[in-house]
């Protein structure tokens, strides 16, 4: 087979690469095992109702002028612009790496007995345990996403405990929002564990797991690892590099004139904030409509401005700019504004106020 322009990876960054690829005249093939999904990891919706959200299917791919490979790349030769696949091999002028993160669990014994959402077939054998109404529900991880699954899946009406070695949900993040998550959290229900080392989880006969740590033990119908990714590419994709990937302004992977690279893969020179990664499906939007617009030749520098939101429980959280450039945050007529060693505004936290992000966006310039 062959393309004008290969994209291995069918999550947010990938197929945003192919619908602004196919705007601009060029046919694009998307390779990835099924159809393009909203992953990794899977979304709260999916989460809550057992069904992967897909961001297109055959027929809009088709309308859309994107060809579609169902297929896994097991080897490749970038500087030839060959890719194998489990299926095939395809010839690709321009070749996108799309691969986003995997999802190592913990080095904990008997570790296996959990599951990551991170995949439509991991969320097949969660659903089938969430059939049921009010599960025992073990969450290893409060970042971001352990604490949103958490509270989802509380207000499901599950029993969640939430367990982490760190002292407070969302502890990596800046203030206040391991406060605010941690009271979002105890609104729902779920249960939260911090400071906890666990030492084994073993598997009991009739499908539970119990999870040891120092002083305790508790035990659940389902263990979920939300314990963070790594940017991955598939074996035998020899990047010659190190992970995440630095990339130059058109996205390019140095010593690789028509390869590029978009998404959680990255490390991108950001016009405004310099070399940064936001692994964020926005950013992987952004990334992926960038390399498209430079391989029609008509990108600028990339500009777009970071963004996430999360929703945890009643609370929502919402923040734009580049947190890390913040050295002090001060609340600022109800609004969380993190400034530089200069005194600029670099982020801006908004809480459940969505409609104050435009204010936010202006406070930054844009």
Not at 64 to 91: F, N, S
Request: net charge negative; charged share 25%.
């Amino acid at each position: 087979m062959k393309a004008d322009v290969a994209i291995v990876g069918n999550g947010v960054g990938g197929y945003a690469c192919a619908a602004r690829l196919a705007k601009h005249g060029i046919r694009p093939l998307l390779i990835g095992p099924g159809l393009p999904v909203d992953r990794p990891p899977l979304t709260k919706k999916a989460l809550a109702t057992g069904v992967p959200t897909l961001l297109s299917d055959e027929q809009r791919l088709a309308e859309r002028g994107i060809e579609w490979l169902d297929g896994i790349v097991a080897d490749a030769d970038l500087g030839g612009g060959l890719l194998t696949t489990d299926v095939g091999e395809v010839e690709a002028d321009t070749i996108v790496l799309a691969t986003g993160l995997r999802y190592p669990r913990p080095p904990i014994p008997g570790i296996e007995a959990a599951v990551v959402n991170a995949d439509p077939a991991s969320l097949g054998r969660i659903a089938t345990v969430l059939a049921r109404p009010g599960r025992r529900i073990a969450l290893i991880g409060a970042g971001l996403i352990g604490t949103e699954s958490a509270a989802t899946l509380a207000a499901a009406g599950h029993e969640v405990s939430v367990l982490d070695v760190l002292e407070r949900p969302l502890d990596r993040l800046h203030d206040p929002l391991p406060e605010l998550g941690a009271a979002a959290l105890a609104a729902t229900g779920a249960r939260f564990l911090g400071g906890v080392e666990i030492t084994e989880l073993a598997p009991g006969e009739d499908g539970h797991v119990t999870l040891w740590y120092p002083g305790g033990s508790l035990t659940a119908d389902l263990v979920l690892a939300a314990t963070g990714g790594r940017p991955r590419v598939p074996p035998g994709l020899d990047v010659g590099a190190e992970l995440p990937l630095e990339v130059d302004a058109a996205l390019r992977l140095p010593g690789f004139e028509r390869v590029h690279a978009v998404g959680d893969l990255v490390v991108v020179p950001h016009a405004r904030f310099g070399p940064i990664r936001f692994p964020h499906w926005d950013m992987a939007i952004g990334t992926g409509e960038h390399a498209a617009d430079a391989i029609a030749g008509v990108a600028g520098e990339l500009d777009r401005l970071p963004y996430w939101w999360t929703d945890i429980g009643p609370r929502t959280f919402a923040e734009v700019g580049w947190a890390e450039a913040a050295v002090e945050w001060d609340d600022e007529d109800g609004v969380h504004v993190g400034r530089d060693d200069a005194g600029e505004p670099v982020a801006v936290l908004v809480v459940d106020e969505p409609r104050r992000l435009r204010e936010a966006r202006a406070l930054l310039g844009y």
